[in-house]
C-alpha cells in the first residue's frame, strides 16, 4: 500500500511529554470496529467495555536501561544504544548502534561514562556495530546502574528517575526490550485486580521490541518496509488460556500491538500454537487476524507501521476518523499519551 495513506497530521503539542500522575488516569477512546462508533471513557474504568469471559494478553517484557554515553580519546562524544545480544560474536558482546557512526572508521575503544571502556569491533552496516565491555564490572549490574532509560526521539528531553519506574509495566519480568510494549505502561495493580474480581482472565507472551518498531515509514509502498527482528514467545499456559477463552465465547484482549504480533505470529499456521523464536511479522491492511478479537492500544505516529496494524484490524478510514477525533478532544497520543479500546 501507500504509505502516504497513512499519514494524518499530529500536533506538536499533543505528543505527551510527560506520563501522568496516575498510569491508569489516562483517557480511553472506544472504537467499535463493526460500525466506526466512538465513544470517550478512562482507562479506569476499562472493567466497563470488557465481559467476564474475555482474557487479557500482556507483554511481560522488561526494558534495558539501553542507553549509554562515551568518548573518544579526542574527546568527541557519542551515544551506544543498546540492541541485543549479538548473535555473532562471543558471549557477552552486544549489537549496538553507535552515533554519530560516521565517528567510528575502524575498531576503536571508547572511555564509558562513569566508568569502564566499550570496543567497537566491527562495523555491521546502517550505523549498527558488534561492541563488547570491560572495566564495568558485573555488565547487568552496571547497566542498571548507569544505563539511561531510552525515551524514544520524540519525547524531547533527558530521561529522569520517574521514567525507570514509568517507562515499565508493572507486569514487566523478562529483560530484553528497547523499547517499552507502552499500551502496558496504563495498568496498576489495582486495575488489574479490579478486573479479575470481575471474571476478566490474564495471560502473558513475551515479545522483547527492538527499536524498528517504532521507526516511521519512507513514502511509497509499504512492500518495500524491512521489519527487524524481534523474539517473541507464546508459551503453552497462554495457548490453554486462550483456547478457553475462545471455547466459552470470550474475548481475546491483546494489550498493544506486540502482543497482537506475538500472538499472530503464532497464529501463522492457521491456529494458535506455542512458540519461541523471531518475527519480522508485518500486518498490514488485507492481514486475516486468527487469535486476537479486541485491542486496547495507544495512538501511534503517521506513517508507522503500528498505525498500519491498528488500521488492518479497524479499518484504515474508521481509525483515522478516530485519530481526528482524538486530537480535537485533546487526547494525548503517542508512549506516554492516552489509550484506544477497538472492540
Known amino acids: 500500500m501507500d504509505t502516504r495513506l497513512f499519514h494524518y497530521d499530529l500536533p506538536e503539542d499533543r505528543i505527551a511529554q510527560h506520563p501522568l500522575p496516575k498510569r491508569d488516569g489516562a483517557k480511553l477512546l472506544v472504537l467499535d470496529r463493526s460500525t466506526g462508533r466512538v465513544e470517550h471513557s478512562s482507562v479506569r474504568d476499562l472493567g466497563r467495555w ?41 558471549a557477552g558482546d552486544w549489537e549496538a548502534l553507535v552515533s554519530p557512526g560516521k565517528r567510528i572508521k575502524g575498531p576503536a ?26 572495566g564495568t564490572g558485573p555488565f547487568r549490574r552496571f547497566l542498571q546502574e548507569c544505563g539511561h532509560v531510552p525515551l524514544p526521539p520524540y519525547i524531547k528531553r533527558e ?46 507472551v513475551v515479545l522483547h521490541v527492538g527499536l524498528g518498531t517504532f521507526l516511521p515509514m519512507d513514502e511509497g509502498d509499504s512492500d518495500d518496509h524491512v521489519m527487524h527482528p524481534e523474539s517473541f514467545e507464546v508459551p503453552v499456559a497462554t495457548v490453554r488460556a486462550i483456547e ?26 492457521g491456529t494458535l500454537q506455542p512458540a519461541k523464536d523471531e518475527t519480522r511479522i508485518f500486518i498490514q491492511p488485507g492481514f486475516s487476524f486468527r487469535t486476537v478479537d479486541a485491542l486496547f492500544t495507544n495512538f501511534h ?43
Open 301 to 343: 505516529q503517521p506513517m508507522s507501521t503500528l498505525l498500519m496494524l491498528v488500521s488492518a484490524f479497524a479499518g484504515r478510514e474508521r481509525v483515522l476518523a478516530a485519530y481526528r477525533e482524538a486530537i480535537r478532544e485533546k487526547y494525548r497520543f503517542l508512549s506516554y499519551g492516552d489509550a484506544m479500546l477497538i472492540l
Open 244 to 269: 478457553g477463552a475462545k471455547s466459552r465465547k470470550g474475548r481475546v484482549v491483546a494489550v498493544g500491538t506486540t502482543v497482537c504480533r506475538a500472538l499472530e505470529a503464532a497464529s501463522s499456521s
Open 159 to 204: 530521561d529522569g528517575k520517574a521514567d525507570r519506574d514509568r517507562y515499565q509495566t508493572v507486569f514487566a519480568k523478562r529483560d530484553g526490550s528497547v523499547a517499552a510494549p507502552t499500551a502496558g505502561l496504563h495498568f496498576t495493580p489495582e486495575l488489574l485486580g479490579d478486573l479479575k474480581r470481575a471474571g476478566v482472565g490474564r495471560s502473558e
Open 109 to 134: 575503544r571508547l572511555r564509558l561514562k562513569p566508568r569502564g571502556w566499550v570496543d567497537v569491533q566491527e562495523n555491521l552496516g546502517e550505523g549498527h556495530f558488534l561492541v563488547s565491555f570491560s
Open 50 to 90: 470488557l465481559q467476564p469471559r474475555d482474557l487479557l494478553v500482556v507483554n511481560k517484557t522488561r526494558v534495558l536501561p539501553a542507553r549509554l554515553y562515551a568518548t573518544k580519546d579526542t574527546g568527541a562524544e557519542l551515544e551506544v544504544f543498546l540492541l541485543r545480544p549479538a548473535l555473532l560474536g562471543k
